[in-house]
């Protein structure tokens, strides 16, 4: 089990740079944890295609994968925890909200033990916040 980001689950969907790296780690283990808000996320980063051109039968098709992605991952859900922890990160790292909420979700399902769970993130900054976190962050 690991947790992933948003910024790795876009790129098991859809076409990028880091998409084989991505698929193979996902086959390899497709049992994942994300965050409760990461689907607005992905419908966002999906929205944003659609209105730069992907074609709707492209978008069906993510869709459907997306769907199927879906339905194996466990939610951290936990809102109260979760704002609690971004908090401090905002204050500890260059990050995003966004970004603080995300890795403060990984926190919170690995008990504040990184060393438990693996980080999946293709963003820059927020892989070298959750490396000084503890987390290994995947892909190397």
């Not at 929205?47 to 879906?70: K, P």
């Amino acid at each position: 089990m690991k947790y992933w980001d948003s910024s790795a689950l876009v790129p098991l969907l859809i076409a990028e740079a880091s998409t084989g790296a991505l698929r193979a780690l996902h086959d390899r283990d497709p049992d994942q944890t994300v965050w409760c808000l990461t689907p607005v996320e992905v419908a966002s980063a999906l929205a944003r295609r659609v209105r730069e051109g992907l074609s709707a039968d492209r978008e069906r098709d993510i869709r459907a994968a997306w769907g199927m992605v879906s339905e194996r991952w466990q939610e951290v859900a936990s809102l109260e925890l979760v704002r609690a922890r971004a908090s401090r990160l905002l204050n500890t790292h260059p990050i995003r909200a966004s970004d603080a909420l995300q890795l403060a979700a990984a926190l919170v399902a690995c008990d504040e033990r990184p060393d438990a769970l693996a980080f999946v993130c293709v963003d820059d900054r927020l892989r070298d916040a959750a490396r000084k976190e503890g987390f290994s962050v995947l892909p190397t």
